[in-house]
């Protein structure tokens, strides 16, 4: 079964580098997440990504943010210069063209900052 | 903004009894999903409700959706051990707010 594969499974790096998280979303889907989810807390949206645009930002997704689809099948996520309080869970989500919108998420990122 | 409230946030469960979980949401969608979470892992797809009155069930949970009341409920029937988890619920269609999540445990 086709599923969102992400890597790494945890990243640790040191407040102000920068990040990059990866993502290969199922191969037939067309629109494109992230999310994040602090520990213990609840899974928050970031960005929509479609037709190789940004669709939707949160407000959490500001300057220090950004994605991108370089190749066909990654899709990225970049933290310019990591905060403490980036330190989360960030999943990548994806769905195909369809009126369900369901989304398939992958097993997550787990980044600590320091 | 759409706020999606869930309630209770911790439920301590018997093993063999009914339960139910319910998400309330502040403006008017058509399509709710539920999701199961074990910790430290993802999210995993219980059930998309898409229509005012679905019901779905699968083995021991069930869900409905009321969007004239703005509500979904996720019925536990005779709890057992390894429904123990974190269920969250989403609403939305484009992008997804989640509500705050219930975790679950079940007791013997």
């Known amino acids: 079964e086709p599923e969102v594969t992400q890597t790494p499974s945890h990243q640790v790096t040191q407040m102000g580098q920068e990040v990059i998280l990866r993502c290969v979303p199922i191969s037939n889907h067309l629109y494109f997440y992230w999310y994040r989810q602090i520990l213990g807390q609840k899974v928050e949206f970031l960005v929509s990504?479609?037709?190789?645009?940004?669709?939707?930002k949160s407000e959490i997704f500001d300057d220090q943010f950004s994605v991108e689809r370089p190749d066909g099948s990654n899709f990225t996520l970049k933290i310019r210069s990591t905060k403490l309080e980036d330190s989360a869970m960030y999943f990548c989500a994806s769905r195909e063209r369809s009126s369900v919108y369901e989304q398939y998420f992958g097993p997550g990122t787990r980044l600590t900052v320091t | 903004e759409l706020k999606v409230e869930q309630n209770p946030l911790f439920l301590s469960m018997q093993e063999g009894k009914n339960y139910t979980i319910y998400c309330n949401y502040s403006t008017t969608s058509d399509r709710l999903y539920w999701y199961r979470q074990d910790p430290g892992k993802s999210l995993e797809s219980l059930f998309v409700?898409?229509?005012?009155?679905a019901v779905k069930q699968e083995g021991r949970l069930m869900a409905s959706l009321d969007t004239k009341a703005r509500l979904s409920t996720l019925h536990i029937t005779a709890a057992v051990h390894d429904l123990s988890a974190t269920y969250f619920c989403?609403?939305?269609?484009?992008?997804?707010?989640f509500g705050a999540g219930t975790t679950v445990t079940v007791r013997a």
């Open positions: 989403a609403v939305g269609g484009y992008k997804l707010s």
């Open positions: 990504f479609y037709n190789n645009e940004i669709s939707e």
């Open positions: 409700l898409l229509s005012n009155g």
